[in-house]
């Protein structure tokens, strides 16, 4: 390799995979932010500076490899008391606490592209059990107004 990265866009492994997601406001303000930031940047490079199209770049404004986007996270899940982990993590613990809150299995199968609902049902069993806590108390609210 000549220490040169080479950057190779591709499409998504399906059709369904580009799709559009909902972004919740915290994510929405942390992408404004990140505008700013490059805003800022794309000022003081002047003619030098190259768009990429991209939400999060490195310094250089190229687009983050897996171990820069790994690197950048870390920081925020220690500030916010949260253990190491790699982005496969993430998206198990953001599926793992919209189970837990609530959102039902069908939303959230459509959030991670899963093609069908038993493998999002097969990958979380194990919230399964508190969300059975869930609807029995679901149930109690329902009986005590009718």
């Known amino acids: 390799m000549d220490g040169i990265r080479h950057w190779e866009l591709r499409p998504p492994k399906s059709e369904e995979s580009n799709r559009a997601l909902p972004l919740p406001a915290s994510f929405a303000a942390a992408l404004q932010g990140e505008r700013a930031r490059q805003r800022l940047a794309r000022l003081a490079a002047g003619p030098?500076?190259?768009?990429?199209?991209?939400?999060f770049t490195s310094r250089s404004e190229e687009p983050r490899t897996e171990s820069g986007a790994?690197?950048?996270?870390?920081?925020?899940?220690?500030?916010?008391?949260?253990?190491?982990?790699?982005?496969?993590?993430?998206?198990?613990?953001?599926?793992?606490?919209?189970?837990?809150?609530?959102?039902?299995?069908?939303?959230?199968?459509?959030?991670?592209?899963?093609?069908?609902?038993?493998?999002?049902?097969?990958?979380?069993?194990?919230?399964?059990?508190?969300?059975?806590?869930?609807?029995a108390h679901a149930m109690d609210v329902a009986l005590a107004h009718s």
Do not use: D, K
């Open 70 to 135: 790994l690197h950048a996270i870390q920081g925020p899940l220690t500030a916010a008391g949260l253990p190491r982990m790699r982005l496969h993590g993430l998206r198990h613990g953001c599926a793992t606490l919209l189970m837990a809150q609530g959102v039902p299995v069908r939303v959230v199968m459509e959030i991670l592209g899963h093609s069908q609902i038993s493998m999002t049902l097969n990958t979380y069993s194990h919230v399964v059990p508190e969300l059975l806590g869930g609807a």
């Open 48 to 55: 030098r500076w190259q768009e990429t199209g991209f939400a």
